[in-house]
Nanobody, 125 residues
Framework: QVQLVESGGGLVQAGASLRLSCAAS????????VGWFRQAPGKEREWVAA???????SAADSVKGRFSISKDNDKNTVYLQVDNLKPGDTAVYYC???????????????????WGQGTQVTVSS
């Protein structure tokens, strides 16, 4: 059974940093693109960042320069480093694995078929 488990969220003050983790089992993330999405109450799900199977990262304009995606193939884990957090970053953060192997990544949630349960990030002012 494929499982993605996010961790690393928490309650922090504006300007703080967190490193979110997405640990996978049942699917080798080294062969898949992985995306990070977030959703705040009352808001649409928003793409945050993605990393290709080769390790090339990309990020949404709204977080570019503050968020960085990376992965550790040996640990089968993808990370999202979130710096200079703002109250507007408050959301549940989800990781997702692309539906196809050896993909370049995508900002479209429909391209991902396996999702974690999310980790809550709350940023106070």
């Amino acid at each position: 059974q494929v499982q993605l488990v996010e961790s690393g969220g928490g309650l922090v003050q504006a300007g703080a940093s967190l490193r979110l983790s997405c640990a996978a089992s049942g699917r080798a993330l080294s062969r898949f693109a992985v995306g990070w999405f977030r959703q705040a109450p009352g808001k649409e799900r928003e793409w945050v960042a993605a990393i290709s199977w080769t390790g090339i990262g990309s990020a949404a304009d709204s977080v570019k320069g503050r968020f960085s995606i990376s992965k550790d193939n040996d640990k089968n884990t993808v990370y999202l480093q979130v710096d200079n957090l703002k109250p507007g970053d408050t959301a549940v953060y989800y990781c997702a694995a692309h539906s196809r192997r050896f993909s370049s990544g995508s900002s479209n949630a429909d391209d991902y078929d396996k999702w974690g349960q999310g980790t809550q990030v709350t940023v106070s002012s």
